[in-house]
């Protein structure tokens, strides 16, 4: 293992046991996932790929409570990579990237790395994995799994930052993330999983209404 190699080792050890709690999609596999997501896109994005492995894999260290886990999060990445003897312009890259992926929070990222990491990170809201995700999660969550009479609303989710049913959810925020990507690389994947998603619900309503 070369020293880059080892840093991202151990980088992974500590998600995986800093994360070892989380459920509902956010633990170490959301993680891992983010992390090989923005390598693919920074390769063909030209960035940074260093940056973007150990950002991937850190960006929601901080999420135990979910209010402000991208603060808490730059600061725990902040401090092990400064253990780890990690070069100083990639910690304060990785601990920018931490800071700043959460698009509900509207902040534009000001580097590529940043942004790729916000891409990332909404793309892992998209596509198979996703579907599985909703209805697990709304499962979970006592939620019905779809309502004829209970159409989507984006208003009522906006205001309760929750979605009455998992179809709903779909509509209500999944299938707005595609427009929100800041790479072409990420736009093409997400417009390619959101295709993927609404050949599912087109099969899911025809067995409804029993066309199928
Ligand atoms: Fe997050
Ligand atoms: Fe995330």
Same mark, same amino acid.
């Given at each position: 293992?070369?020293?880059?190699?080892?840093?991202?080792?151990?980088?992974k050890i500590?998600?995986?046991?800093?994360?070892?709690?989380?459920?509902?999609?956010?633990?170490?596999?959301?993680?891992?996932?983010?992390?090989?997501?923005?390598?693919?896109?920074?390769?063909?994005?030209?960035?940074?790929?260093?940056?973007?492995?150990?950002?991937?894999?850190?960006?929601?260290?901080?999420?135990?409570?979910?209010?402000?886990?991208?603060?808490?999060? !730059? /600061? =725990?990445? &902040?401090?092990?990579l400064?253990?780890?003897?990690?070069?100083?312009?990639? #910690?304060?890259? *990785?601990t920018?990237?931490?800071?700043?992926?959460?698009?509900?929070?509207?902040?534009?990222p000001?580097?590529?790395? !940043? /942004? =790729?990491? &916000?891409?990332a990170?909404?793309?892992?809201?998209?596509?198979?994995?996703? #579907?599985?995700? *909703?209805?697990?999660?709304?499962?979970?969550?006592?939620?019905?799994?779809y309502?004829?009479?209970?159409?989507?609303?984006?208003?009522?989710?906006?205001?309760?930052?929750?979605s009455?049913?998992?179809?709903?959810?779909?509509?209500?925020?999944?299938?707005?993330?595609k427009?929100?990507?800041?790479?072409?690389?990420?736009?093409?994947?997400?417009?390619?999983?959101?295709?993927?998603?609404?050949?599912?619900?087109?099969?899911?309503?025809?067995?409804?209404?029993?066309e199928?």
């Amino acid at each position: 293992m070369n020293q880059n190699e080892k840093i991202v080792f151990k980088v992974k050890i500590f998600v995986r046991k800093k994360l070892k709690h989380k459920s509902s999609g956010h633990g170490y596999w959301h993680a891992y996932r983010v992390a090989q997501m923005a390598i693919f896109i920074g390769q063909k994005e030209k960035a940074d790929l260093k940056v973007l492995e150990l950002a991937g894999f850190l960006h929601d260290i901080g999420n135990d409570k979910d209010n402000d886990h991208e603060i808490k999060g !730059a /600061k =725990i990445s &902040q401090g092990f990579l400064t253990k780890l003897k990690v070069n100083e312009r990639i #910690i304060k890259q *990785v601990t920018y990237c931490v800071k700043n992926h959460r698009f509900s929070k509207g902040v534009i990222p000001k580097t590529l790395e !940043a /942004k =790729i990491i &916000q891409d990332a990170d909404k793309l892992d809201a998209l596509g198979a994995i996703e #579907i599985v995700r *909703v209805f697990s999660v709304s499962a979970a969550k006592k939620r019905k799994t779809y309502d004829p009479n209970v159409k989507p609303d984006f208003n009522y989710y906006l205001k309760h930052g929750v979605s009455r049913t998992a179809i709903n959810h779909f509509y209500e925020k999944l299938f707005k993330l595609k427009n929100l990507m800041y790479t072409k690389t990420a736009k093409k994947i997400a417009i390619n999983r959101e295709k993927f998603m609404k050949a599912f619900l087109k099969r899911f309503f025809q067995e409804w209404s029993g066309e199928k």
